[in-house]
């Protein structure tokens, strides 16, 4: 269920070039949707920044234990052919000899050199979101919420209708 669910939560967006209305590229991923932005859009910009400006609220809370939270989950940007890069879901997080792992969650399109189902150390320089629900409710997934601002209003309720918590 966590799979399905975070696969729903914009497996990865990448920056590329083609287009439509609302977003850079939208595409078809084994099922998947994958949204595409400018490495320019200002608002997935300022939610990458706001993600890395409250890591340590995360890391925190990741630490705490706290066993009412669900879903911890981490995004890390995935470098490929000079300064494009993919961003990709981590989840099964857990802590290993002190440093934080998690379980790539999807197939990535452009980046070789990790696949899905592999165990990856989280890279601080590295990560371009998190999240995690706590009463029904998504905490962070700053990038989730700028890419839902960009959908039209029925992929917002698409979108809704199948998830299991709410998004403000």
């Known amino acids: 269920m966590v799979r ?24 078809e991923n084994g099922g998947d949707e994958v949204y595409g932005v400018k490495n320019e859009d200002k608002e997935m910009n300022a939610a990458i920044a706001e993600a890395i400006r409250t890591w340590p609220e995360f890391e925190k809370v990741m630490q705490a234990g706290d066993t009412s939270l669900q879903q911890f989950t981490v995004k890390m940007r995935f470098s490929y052919e000079g300064d494009n890069g993919e961003h ?35 890279q601080k320089d590295s990560v371009s979101d998190w999240m995690y629900i706590k009463n029904g409710k998504l905490v962070g997934g700053y990038t989730i919420r700028a890419l839902y601002k960009k959908m039209s209003k029925e992929e917002q309720e698409q979108f809704k209708s199948e998830i299991s918590f709410g998004i403000e």
């Not at 399905?4 to 990865?12: E, G, N, Q, T, Y």
């Not at 099964?92 to 452009?110: A, C, F, R, T, W």
């Open 4 to 27: 399905a669910c975070i696969l729903l939560l914009f497996v990865a967006f990448v920056s590329c070039k083609g287009g439509n209305k609302n977003f850079e590229s939208k595409y």
């Open 88 to 122: 990709m879901w981590l989840n099964d997080l857990h802590y290993k000899e002190g440093q934080l792992m998690g379980v790539l969650n999807s197939d990535p399109m452009y980046v070789e050199s990790v696949k899905w189902g592999d165990t990856l150390k989280i």
